[in-house]
């Protein structure tokens, strides 16, 4: 092999061994500024109005993505487990003094998973459009029951919950910083647990699922106890992202606040964002919450004396539908593909630049 061959090859492995080390670099810094920067210079509004739903409904969607991105189940049930462990984690709080909060958030998860299983056993007969309809009544039952017995709401009239005192080891979360950092903890943390699920025996199991259920069970993977491993797992995502939204976001919540609209929007998030990609989560809320917001600056800036006020809500959710089909329709596969593929470009180019080309 001459020696340009070996210069070449060498330099193309020096960059393909690299990817993996820049994008754990570049994840230890972002958690980095995450936490030690970004709570010294935001303020009240982007905490409260920006990060903290972006994070809650980038764990939503993560819960969502493992169901219907990697196992293939489809689902519309997602602000249903959300309310699920929202109102359990509220009862947990009330019922049971000295509970410690993140002791309630997780039994609260436990109770939307066991609800999701519940709802996921049909998953063993049915497949697709039939499936999302099974989900889509949990969506109207949990609201219903919710509503319906006043227990879970301690008896309120209004059906409205509060959030309990958000301390953890004496320390007061109550002010946004505290309460971006309560959901930023968890959030990590769940991400990382579903980034090495998803590459254990069990995601492997969920993949082949999702390719082909025939070809799966006759390599052995128990079909049933997969999908139902999947319903709950998800449902304890949306569940604990529930608690977050009611309790570190909102501060009170009450069941037709967590209706079939924002089951949708958790769809959305998984489908911009990317299917069966776990940066796609993130990828897809970032979409959802800022774009609105771009929106209405644009709206603002250009609009002032043209349109009437009362359409330019209108007009920002015909250009928010008009792009999320012009996106879908440009990239099926989500933001995550269409990064990728961007990084991938440059990465070419800066082979091509600094790796010598092969002399014939």
Known sequence: MSSSNETHLSGAFELRSARPHARTWALAVLLAVAFLVVPFIGDDYWFSAILIPLLVLSLVGLGLNLLTGYAGQLSLGSAAFMAAGAFATYNFELRIPGLPLLASVALGGLVAALIGVGF??????????????????????????????GWFSNDNPSGVISA??????????????????????IVTFLTWVAWNLVRSPTGRSWMAIRDMDTAAAVIGIPIFKSKLLAFAISSFYCGVAGSLWAFAYLGTVEPHG??????????????????GSIAGSFLGA???????????HVARAFLVGIVDPSNTENLQKIAM???????????????ARLIEVGFEKLRKRLSRRFVPAVSN
Do not use: C, M
């Open 120 to 149: 996921g056993l049909p998953s063993l007969r049915i497949k697709g459009f039939y499936l999302i309809v099974s989900t889509l009544a949990a969506q109207f039952f949990i609201q219903w029951a919710l509503t319906k017995f």
């Open 164 to 185: 309990p005192p958000l301390v953890i080891l004496g320390q007061d979360l109550s002010n946004p910083v505290g309460r971006y950092l309560l959901t930023l903890t």
């Open 258 to 275: 967590l209706d079939l609209n924002r089951s949708f929007q958790v769809l959305f998030i998984v489908i911009i964002g990317g299917i």
């Open 286 to 296: 970032i979409f959802i919450v800022l774009l609105p917001i771009a929106l209405d």
């Open 321 to 335: 539908g008009s792009l999320i089909l012009w996106f879908l329709v440009k990239e099926p596969e989500g933001l």
